[in-house]
């Protein structure tokens, strides 16, 4: 059974930082993308980062070079480094993997920013 189990989450004050990890197992994912995406209460969930095969990442604006992603392949895991955390930015991190006829999501880490 293919399974992505996200975590690292936690409570973290305003300018700190958590690192969120999703670690796959059912299958390899060396040649999938992969992604953290981000839905906080009320809102749609919202893409956050991903990294391809060959270690390229991509973010989106709100980032700012705040957050690292970054995966292993040898070990089926990806993570993402996130500093200076905002309050708004309070959500449930998910982790995704794509591919040609695949798209799986973990259930979700729950990270918390006190405004």
């Known amino acids: 059974q293919v399974q992505l189990v996200e975590s690292g989450g936690g409570l973290v004050q305003a300018g700190g930082s958590l690192r969120l990890s999703c670690a796959a197992s059912g299958r390899t994912f060396s040649t999938s993308a992969m992604g953290w995406f981000r839905q906080a209460p009320g809102k749609e969930r919202e893409f956050v980062a991903a990294i391809t095969t060959r270690g390229r990442p991509y973010y989106a604006g709100f980032v700012k070079g705040r957050f690292t992603i970054s995966r292993d392949g040898a070990k089926n895991t990806m993570s993402m480094q996130m500093n200076s955390l905002e309050a708004e930015e309070t959500a449930v991190y998910y982790c995704?993997?794509?591919?040609?006829?695949?798209?799986?999501w973990g259930q979700g880490t729950q990270v918390t920013v006190p405004s």
């Open positions: 995704n993997v794509w591919g040609n006829g695949y798209d799986i």
